[in-house]
């Protein structure tokens, strides 16, 4: 049995096929969806979406959003998604000590939010990447 999931943006359609099973970070932690999960809607939060098919597992990195769960259907809506095989290591790495840099010398708590945000949107690009299958 399988499940049919799809990973939408605004601007496009990242994902649309059947997978065995999905882990979801969602704001209050990770979940894990297989074959007949219980309905739910959830909240998305920045991080690693890991996806099986058959015995490979595949990552892709989100930027928040919703998640509706049921009758063996994933509907995922974020912002942005992008899969780890499709992220270049070196940008990855780049953009993440930029983050870094821009967080120490972020003043205010509008700066220092933003600066947050793209810390933990660039640590999920990193982690999209290095995760090990």
Request: proline fraction near 3%; aromatic fraction near 2%.
């Amino acid at each position: 049995m399988t499940l049919n999931l799809c990973v939408l943006t605004p601007n496009r359609i990242v994902w649309d096929s059947e997978v065995k099973e999905i882990i979801l970070s969602t704001n209050s932690g990770q979940i894990g969806v297989l074959p007949n999960h219980a309905p739910i809607a959830t909240a998305v939060d920045i991080g690693i979406l890991r996806i099986r098919l058959n015995d490979q597992w595949l990552t892709m990195a989100l930027m928040g959003g919703f998640a509706r769960i049921g009758n063996n259907e994933i509907t995922v809506l974020v912002n942005d998604a992008e899969k780890g095989s499709d992220i270049d290591p070196q940008e990855a790495q780049q953009t993440l000590e930029v983050a870094e840099a821009n967080l120490r010398k972020a003043e205010g708590k509008r700066q220092i939010i933003e600066a947050n945000l793209a810390l933990r949107r660039a640590r999920a690009r990193v982690e999209a990447i290095n995760v090990i299958s």
